[in-house]
């Protein structure tokens, strides 16, 4: 490829002249350092006195060739030698070759009385700058003298000059073709006329082969008419853009930050006629890499990393498209929330691992029954939404989902386990459910939480009493909380009594919601949603603390309180922290284990399993008392009574209230005290009402009964007048650890 050269434009001059170079005159005189060179010591004399009085300094003088060599290798600097031919040690033509040999910057004039024409071309052949023949005219000798001074001046400025530029010509290629950008010059007709070597390691082709092609040769094809028009602008200034250049193969193709710029090149090559000509100078950077990243974070932006489904972000987009698509269509567009029921449970029974494939599994089957231009995205753990952005009325979007819910039922397969989830789904319908992106999600939100409360494993449509019941329930919560801050909760104890002895054995505590404008609010009301806002724990240590204080205050008083309980839900006994805080609170309030019972409803074994049966056997081996309440109402399974450690069961009020006459059958309540008495367990009947289901219970062998019968819950003061004194109880303190 031609070497081209870039017109330097900071030395535009640096072509000067060569003569300017050369010193003045007389200074020239006086700065050179001569040497004569003769056998005959009058000639040599002579010389000097006439190069001397023409304004040189003295000459040195040799009287022979090897003389003049010891005193170069020595390192003296002459600017000339006047050479004689014939000398008897070493003759002016051998000193000729050595200086050649030695590549010496000294110029030769020879000055001999030989006058063989050979010996005068040999000499010069030999390298000698000008020849003079003896005996001289002075005037010429001293004027030859001076055009060779001038001449060698001349010639070795220019070869410095050619070194320099050589030199700086090395620099810039060894710049251009280490720099890691691809660097390259094109001439007019956009042919490549310059590429540096970093063009093989990118796009796989030498130099060489690129050299007269045409640019477009390396443009990607789609990016080729772009390229057309930034190279007819770039004429104008200097431009960026991103390109995209293809490998020598055009199998794959790089990404690049490519900048034009427009320049004047000066071939040297080309004949001055040509001048200057105009081309443009491109620096392309590799940002392949940066590219990749770039394009997997943006992907991460819009998608699930799991299912590689589309995000909340990219899903909002496509609902925004539907509706202005809708809109233009005069069609429908439908937003579903749909809810996995039970993932929850599969997530914690089979691990994470394989809840994420359980997950992958269900987002598969949902894009299986939905269509191309339908979009389904996964917007949190088990939550996923459905965009169908064209349909003509509601039931379209009724019978896709109740095709997803069907789809979604069917079981899976985790670990050779078959596992049955299924799917709750609100939907909202564009323009009739909202007229924007928030709404429209909102309403379909809501819609699938009423599906969740009203039996799961369905689908419904949003409806206008949705959104009131749910601000209803976002003020019942702001109220609730406030009303725990604000100690508006109180406990309220109602007796469990001996049937025989007709004595009160113990106290079970039940909260109370004293409400600044509805007053006593019951615990049915506001327990669930007490669950759903995370407030349980701090509600049943506030409960234990509090039934402590009362029961150590009755003690003190010299009241009969044998046992009290406590209501636990499983949302606590799920939290590490329970157990400890219980024995904490028995050893403040020096309160025997034995006379303390947690009560605990069945589906606590619903939530970790391990986790609720390894907290209950460290609460029983600490000798505190273990109760089932409302037994017989959710678990099927009574296995876990071998191996839970429980002391009471609560025979549950439904079907205590079921009992009307003395002989009746209740299977149910047979069974149970059967049960209770099979496995040594005490039994307790709540919500006795009638002497006639006390009486029957009796009969059964039930001694302990709960309910209105023998005294409703009460508040303290109330209370205490059911109870019967005896003599004050001391504080005992209890050991830590003690089974009480
Ligand atoms: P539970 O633990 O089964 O409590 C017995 C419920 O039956 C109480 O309702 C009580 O007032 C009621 N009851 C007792 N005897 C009779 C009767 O003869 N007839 C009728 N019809 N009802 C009777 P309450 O106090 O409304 O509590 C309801 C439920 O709220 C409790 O059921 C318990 O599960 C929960 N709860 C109450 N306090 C707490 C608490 O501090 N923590 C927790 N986690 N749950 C609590
Ligand atoms: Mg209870
Ligand atoms: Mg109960």
Redesign the pocket.
Known sequence: MNSLSIVPRSEPNSSVNADQRVAPHADLLKTRRLVVVDDDEAFRISLCDLLHSRGYPMPESCSGGRDLISLLMEGAPFDLVLLDLTMPDLGGLDVLRMLRQAKLEVAVVVVSGDRMMESAIGALRLGANDYVRKPYAPEMLLHTVETVLRRHDLEKSHRQMTAQLECSERMHRFLVNTSPDLIFTLDEAHNFSFVSDRVGQLIGCTADELAGLSFFSIIFEEDVERTRYLLDRVGKGECSTELRLVSREHSSYRHFDVKLIPVEFSDLHLSRAAGPHRGVYVVARDISDKKLADDHLAYLAYHDVLTGLPNRALFRDRVGLAMVQAKRSGMKAATMFVDLDRFKLANDTFGHQKGDELLKEVARRLQDSLRETDTLARIGGDEFTVLLPCIRSTEDAAHVAGKLVADMARPYLVSDNEVFLTASIGISIWPEDGDDIETLMRHADLAMYHVKSTGKNNFGFFSSTMGQASSRRLSFENELRHGFEDEQFEL?Y?PQVDAESQQVVGL????RWRHPAKGVV???HF?PVVEEIGL?PA??YW?LETACRDLRDWWERGFDVPRMS????PAVLDNGDFSRRLEGTLKKYAIPHENFEI?I?ENIFVGDRQKVSDCLLRISQKGIRIAI??FGTQYSSLSYLRYLPVSTL?I??SFVREIDRVDDSSPIVRAIIAIAAGLNLNVVA????TEVQAEFLRRLGCREM????YG??LPVDALERLLTRVSPRPVVEIEAGSAG
């Open positions: 309220y109602q079970e505590a039940l909260v019951s615990p049915g327990i349980m509600l049943t409960v406590i209501n636990v839900s009560e409803t309440d409302d609560k549950d009020q709540e919500g006795v009402e709960q309910g209105y019968l409703r819950p």
